[in-house]
């Protein structure tokens, strides 16, 4: 239960932060313009004395004083902004405003949030660290939950509840308690909290997580650096936080969000990054699947569409993560998913995946199409989410963004009735031969029903073709990729 449940007041204890200035200080001369704060990296540091006291005190708002350590990496978009003015004014501004309680950690180049932050542990002295974007506000008693849960065991991640602050008017939005999933690209996401939590009632209770979002997380110190820190072979961000959820469970701790604690974060209108943002998340994403997820790291190519060899991404040296998995005696992906997030889907009955194309017609790839559609299409290729087929052990043929821990992907359909491919939730369809194909690579897609071919044929419709039901001509199909060792399960 919660103690210390601040109920009094739901603004910020901390200043609001000006979300045109870099720094947390209205009045402040503005050091980046538009464009947002720099990507700061903030290691909060409660000395041992105020931990001792805070978890005794039964005050209702935490005065828990901080220890900062500060690195600063301005972000690759922002290559306008003079390093001059990260460096001055931001130590006046924690010299006079923190007098004696920051310290400024430097980076001699950018370095991206991952190991920004690594470095900023480096600094910190203290029995616990946390680890916070530069845009979040502390709410009252924020503090003493968590280090409470953290006195108790030290192996446990904890993750203060994340509230929302309008980017436009400064305001306080609480968002539902939450856990945070991800899907098989390992982008972040809120999820649902797990059945038993709510089956317990207690809403103030420690939620069970498989991950976290990142943005605020708090670790006893000298256990985050027997867990391996965040993985230094990650770039710029995205992914880190997946792992880092993934290694506690695997090896011997636990990640909970704690309800009782809240801080809340300024979601930015425009991230600080390239565009190609993605680049960097598929290339750390495929070390997680590499260290990490044994035979599930099928999961993550068939996601992301690109095959299990040869795909040219460099996902760096993953030997010291490996050696790290043996030393901690971890655990298999399998348990973690049994055990901590059921909710995925597990996709390791596929045999091929990625665009589907027709001998007659290879410019163009099956396309699940309008959403609210209920037929398959023809479209160009781009092999985006709409394109990304998918062929299972059981003779299924999928099509669309994998559903992860949501609504699935549609299944190809012959209902036996229309001459075009029906896309239907696959449980929902009862008749199992109906959605049954039989097809081998670059051989005709044949329906377990009817015995009618999946074929193009010309039409006076967009881009020239139509996919039909028809008598089997002949025509022929390919699935981009083939995954190596198909599972049955
Ligand atoms: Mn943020």
Redo the contacts with the bound molecule.
Sequence with gaps: MCFLLPEEDPTPLLDVPDPASGLHHPGQPSLLGPNGPPSITSTADPPQERRRRSTESSRGRSDVSMMMSVSVTPPPSLPHVPLEQLKGPLEDYVNKRYPGLVKIVRNQKREGLIRARIEGWKAATAEVTGFF?A??EFTPSWAEPVLARIKEDRRRIILPSIDNIRHDTLELERYENSAHGYNWELWCMYINPPRQWWDEGDTSAPIRTPAMIG?SFVVHRVYFGELGLLDPGMDVYGGENIELGIRVWLCGGSMEVLPCSRVA????VKKPYHSNIAFHTRRNALRVAEVWMDEYKTNVYLAWNIPMENHGVDYGDISERLALRRALQCRSFEWYLDNVYPEMRRYNTTIHYGEIRNSVASHLCMDQGAKENHTATLHPCHGWGPQLGRYTTEGQLYLGPLGSTGEDTRCLVDDQTSRLPQLRHCDKVSNVKQKTWLFSQNESMVNGASGRCLEVVPANVNFGHLLVLQPCTGQRWAIKNTMRQPLVT
Aim: proline share 0%; aromatic share 0%; glycine share 0%.
């Design positions: 974007d845009h979040v943005c974060h300024i979601a930015r």
